[in-house]
């Protein structure tokens, strides 16, 4: 008997290792438990998620399949406490391996459920065994009951087979701890490809909206820009009037223009008027029209900008400066789209759009008493603040070869190139004055840089070389000094590893944009990096 068993057992490592599923795998331990140690029945409660209660996996009955009409949910705890008085509890929660010889005359434990199972299968149970399964980390994961029954006058017993038994439940234990990590990795591998897809399609529904981004052909792509360009994105298909806001130079009117070609009236006229170029009465004049005779020298009757305007879009900029009685003109055209020219009697109807740009604190003006705060209102119903140079320091390159592009073209000069001293300082630099300071250097510099084909420091302007502690001579980075005993090729390589670490400097460490400059291929950069060991 004991020879056939370990056989047995052997036979039974293999088929249990061989299964992952755990349904089919409880299932088996079970047909495999009665086989091995001769019992008519048994069944697997299984440990719950929540850990409060053993739930019924798989039961067998003279060798077959039997429903769980006579296997119910465990609960572990009873009133507040463990329930030491249920079998499949008390070997659950302690991990003893628990024998009763016969279960009608034991009074150790409430066997209620063992009785009523009987009654379902019409048997009455002799011998009990509850085997506790555990994991590696001695954590229970369920357990496993084996019974026989009476059979006439002979007395059914598990005292021979107990420990194979004990034996046969470690290796359930393993082969069920292994199915149920595995059960979760396919579960874990199931959210990771959800998350992923989800992922993926948020990735190219961003790639949808930066590709409409890039469709502005405004330069720049850091993240304040993007920000700029999603705003920009949700008025595109509305009349809503706009306010930009924003310092100085930071292209105010690039983005109204852009604004009004990317939408409905892009087949319009775009009518622009700069509120603090022109004193207050002609400034009503160029934006209301007049009659004929209203005033000295109106000689004959004249659009004005709303009516030139009309179905397409006006921008205003610098509205902060308009005078106050024009502010109340103005704000009847916002409220009720009409017109009325000086020397006209009667007002008239116009469909325009407004876009208005500010660079002054309007709140300011509006506590002061110099600006309408129902004008404000209604002006800044959809405000986008356009971000300063200085806080999107990572579109500079891009910029400088804009410009740089442009002014080349425009001087006939040879295309030029920048030096890494040059992009340190500009990229060091604040820029109060914004992106169209840095433009007014480049076309400096271009213009400056008659023979050479490099921008280098003495190109820029002396108020940036001192206020960055710049000088206009060529960085000692950059020179060349006698190296005592090197030979060519190694100060060749000392002088490219320098020029390396100047430009990726210049260009924030990025690579891409190094080689661009640098006009090499990305690899061969990354190579020549490793190659010097130069880092960041």
């Known amino acids: 008997m004991s020879a056939i068993s370990v056989e047995e057992l052997l036979a039974t490592s293999v088929a249990l290792a061989s299964e992952r599923d755990i349904d089919r795998l409880a299932q088996q331990i079970v047909s495999l438990g009665c086989k091995l140690c001769m019992a008519d029945g048994g069944a697997l409660y299984t440990l719950d998620i929540t850990k409060s209660r053993l739930e019924p996996k798989a039961a067998i009955w003279r060798g077959t399949p039997a429903a769980f009409d006579y296997a119910t949910d465990v609960p572990l705890r009873a009133h507040g406490q463990f329930n030491t008085q249920n079998i499949y509890s008390y070997v659950a929660f302690t991990g003893l391996q628990t024998y009763i010889d016969s279960a009608y005359q034991f009074a150790g434990f409430e066997l209620t459920e063992i009785y009523q199972r009987d009654q379902v299968l019409k048997c009455k149970t002799e011998t009990l065994l509850v085997m506790p399964l555990r994991d590696c980390n001695q954590q229970t994961l369920g357990v496993l009951e084996l019974f026989k029954v009476q059979n006439g006058h002979i007395s059914a017993s598990f005292r021979s087979v107990e420990k194979i038994a004990q034996a046969f439940s470690l290796q359930a234990a393993v082969a069920l701890d292994n199915a149920m990590l595995m059960a979760m990795n396919r579960h874990l591998i199931q959210v990771l490809d959800a998350s992923n897809r989800q992922l993926e399609a948020e990735n190219k529904q961003l790639r949808l909206q930066r590709k409409s ?4 052909q ?4 850091s993240e304040p820009m993007q920000q700029v360009y999603a705003l920009m994105d949700k008025v595109l298909s509305s ?7 924003g310092e100085t130079g930071t292209g105010k009117e690039v983005f109204a223009r ?8 892009n087949d319009k006229p775009f009518v ?3 509120c603090a170029a022109v004193p207050e009465q002609l400034l009503e004049s160029e934006l209301f029209g007049y009659k004929k005779g209203s005033f000295t020298g109106a000689t004959s009757d004249r659009k004005g900008l709303l009516d030139e305007a009309h179905r397409g879009t006006l921008f205003l900029d610098e509205i902060g400066d308009m005078p106050l009685n024009l502010q109340t003109k103005l704000l009847r055209v916002l409220q009720e789209g009409e017109v009325k020219p000086i020397g006209e009697n009667k007002a008239h109807k116009v ?10 604190n309007l709140e300011d003006k509006i506590t002061k008493g110099e600006f309408r705060e129902d004008l404000y209102y209604r002006l800044s119903v959809f405000p986008i603040v356009l971000p300063p140079l200085r806080e999107r320091k990572e579109d500079i390159p891009a910029l400088i070869n804009h410009f740089i592009k442009g002014y080349c073209q425009s001087y006939g000069r040879r295309e030029i190139q920048v030096s890494p001293a040059v992009m340190d300082i500009l990229m060091r630099y604040d820029f109060p004055g914004n992106v169209r300071q840095l433009q007014n250097i480049i076309e400096r510099a271009v213009l400056l840089c008659d023979r050479e084909t490099v921008l280098l420091p003495q190109h820029m302007p002396e108020q940036i070389l001192l206020e960055n502690g710049a000088s206009s001579e060529m960085p000692d980075e950059l020179i060349v000094y006698p190296q005592n005993g090197l030979p060519l090729k190694e100060m060749v390589q000392h002088y490219e590893k320098k020029l390396l670490e100047s430009h990726l400097r210049a260009n924030n460490w990025n690579q891409t944009q190094t080689a661009k400059v640098l006009k090499m291929p990305r690899r061969t950069l990354v190579e020549k990096i490793q190659r010097y060991g130069i880092n960041n």
């Open 213 to 216: 981004s890039q469709n502005y």
């Open 218 to 221: 405004i330069i720049g792509e």
């Open 239 to 245: 009349n809503v009037t706009v306010l930009l806001r």
């Open 258 to 265: 852009t604004i009004h070609q990317h939408s409905d009236r």
């Open 272 to 274: 622009t008027q700069n």
């Open 351 to 360: 469909d325009v759009r407004i876009i208005a740009a500010t660079h002054c």
